[in-house]
Nanobody, 117 residues
Framework: QVQVVESGGGSVQPGGSLTLSCVVSGRIFSTAAMAWYRQTPGNERELVAGVTNGGRTNYANFVQGRFTISRDNAKDTAYLQMNNLKIEDTAVYYC???????????WGQGTVVTVSP
């Protein structure tokens, strides 16, 4: 059974930093493309950043140069380092795991990030 569990959310002032973690159980991590999404009330979930199982990364324009996605296959964990946070980064952040050669994808429960003065 696959489980995706995020952690690391919290409250921070503008300009601050947070690191989100996503642990994936179920022996899929090494072949899975990992991604972070975020969602605010009334809006659709949007892609923040992704990393393939080979380590290739992509970012939404609104986080370029501020956020870094990474993965540690030995720990079955993906990370999202968020620097220079802005008020508009406030959202629930979700981790997504999409195993290669599988039609399935898996979501975590979300972790809340609040950026306020």
């Amino acid at each position: 059974q696959v489980q995706v569990v995020e952690s690391g959310g919290g409250s921070v002032q503008p300009g601050g930093s947070l690191t989100l973690s996503c642990v994936v159980s179920g022996r899929i991590f090494s072949t899975a493309a990992m991604a972070w999404y975020r969602q605010t009330p009334g809006n659709e979930r949007e892609l923040v950043a992704g990393v393939t199982n080979g380590g290739r990364t992509n970012y939404a324009n609104f986080v370029q140069g501020r956020f870094t996605i990474s993965r540690d296959n030995a720990k079955d964990t993906a990370y999202l380092q968020m620097n220079n946070l802005k008020i508009e980064d406030t959202a629930v952040y979700y981790c997504n795991a999409k195993p290669k050669f599988s039609p399935n994808e898996y979501w975590g429960q979300g972790t809340v990030v609040t950026v306020s003065p």
